[in-house]
């Protein structure tokens, strides 16, 4: 089970940070990472982290503004997002991916998902 937090409702420039809670063994194999979905839009890459060697991956449009960071003892994924822009908007997802035969960023390769959590961003 993947549980997120963290979202809210800031203005453009600003920062926020999301963070996913893991329930169970998260194993050497998996990846985590977070996506996100604007209405009307498929669910998009955002970043993800594996959990073995701690290698992470970016969408270029959050490339150098956003980082995501995983804590081993404690089963959580963080996204720290700064300069936040309006075009950040959207319901960001936690994902995890037991193996990802289709790559690290590739949301088919991702077998849990969180439940949102709403990212707002004012211009």
């Known amino acids: 089970q993947l549980v997120e937090s963290g979202g809210g409702l800031v203005q453009a420039g600003a920062s926020l940070r999301l963070s996913c809670a893991a329930s169970?063994?998260?194993?050497?194999?998996?990846?985590l990472g977070w996506f996100r979905q604007e209405p009307g839009k498929e669910r998009g890459f955002v970043a993800s982290v594996t959990w073995r060697n701690n290698k992470k991956f970016y969408t270029d449009s959050v490339e150098g503004r956003f980082t995501i960071t995983r804590d081993a003892a404690k089963n959580t994924v963080d996204l720290q997002m700064n300069s936040l822009k309006a075009e950040d908007t959207a319901v960001y997802f936690c994902?995890?991916?037991?193996?990802?035969?289709?790559?690290?960023?590739?949301?088919?390769?991702?077998?849990?998902w969180g439940q949102g959590t709403q990212v707002t961003v004012s211009s």
């Open positions: 994902a995890a991916a037991t193996t990802t035969p289709w790559g690290p960023i590739n949301r088919r390769s991702f077998d849990y």
């Open positions: 169970g063994t998260i194993y050497s194999s998996y990846v």
